[in-house]
T-cell receptor, first 113, second 111 residues
Framework: EADIYQTPRYLVIGTGKKITLECSQT?????MYWYQQDPGMELHLIHY???????EKGDLSSESTVSRIRTEHFPLTLESARPSHTSQYLC????????????FGSGTRLTVV | KNEVEQSPQNLTAQEGEFITINCSYS?????LHWLQQHPGGGIVSLFM???GKKKHGRLIATINIQEKHSSLHITASHPRDSAVYIC?????????????FGKGTKLSVKP
């Protein structure tokens, strides 16, 4: 049973379109993350948030932006999609004092044509 | 060179075999995670550990902080264990809370 939800699961979109990938969690976790993963490669952090109105860029540069207006919601937006944005995007959450690690969403597989 | 190295990259086993996947890292860490990624792409967190050993069902994870090494063992492997197993470390540098991921070990268990 997923406690963190990502939509859409798959998305094929044309170059230049604006897209928003949704991520919501029901666990009340304070920390949320967006990772990018190319096929056969490791995950890289692109954005993270430690709480409402707190967002930071990760170690992998990205042309996307994020917002955290509510604890449970952490959407990622691409203003103008390009073929180089084709990848899998994974959302995750964790709690600062938790010993249980991270909870990941099912991912959004994005293809920009 | 990646700070987190996993071996082997690919592993094929027969059902029932004992499986070991290794992870070595080169940075100072506060915790190490073992994750499972199925072909659909979703990731499940299996273990988070900072010392010693943890067991959950047929899965066992160990870590040796001094040697900067961790192993994931699967006893009595089953075809449903087929997945990519990813080692990730939470390190003291970089973005706070950031994980550094290995490239994963692709496991295929044949019936």
């Amino acid at each position: 049973e997923a406690d963190i939800y990502q939509t859409p699961r798959y998305l094929v979109i044309g170059t230049g379109k604006k897209i928003t990938l949704e991520c919501s969690q029901t666990m009340g976790h304070d920390k949320m993350y967006w990772y990018q993963q190319d096929p056969g490669m490791e995950l890289h952090l692109i954005h993270y948030s430690y709480g409402v109105n707190s967002t930071e860029k990760g170690d992998l540069s990205s042309e996307s932006t994020v917002s955290r207006i509510r604890t449970e919601h952490f959407p990622l937006t691409l203003e103008s999609a390009r073929p180089s944005h084709t990848s899998q995007y994974l959302c995750a959450s964790s709690e600062s004092r938790s010993a249980y690690g991270y909870t990941f969403g099912s991912g959004t597989r994005l293809t920009v044509v | 060179k990646n700070e987190v190295e996993q071996s082997p990259q690919n592993l094929t086993a027969q059902e029932g075999e004992f499986i070991t996947i290794n992870c070595s890292y080169s940075v100072g860490i506060s915790a190490l995670h073992w994750l499972q990624q199925h072909p659909g792409g979703g990731i499940v967190s299996l273990f988070m550990l900072s010392s010693g050993k943890k067991k959950h069902g047929r899965l066992i994870a160990t870590i040796n902080i001094q040697e900067k090494h961790s192993s994931l063992h699967i006893t009595a492997s089953h075809p449903r264990d087929s997945a990519v197993y990813i080692c990730a470390v939470r390190w003291y540098g970089g973005s706070q809370g950031n994980l550094i991921f290995g490239k994963g070990t692709k496991l295929s268990v044949k019936p």
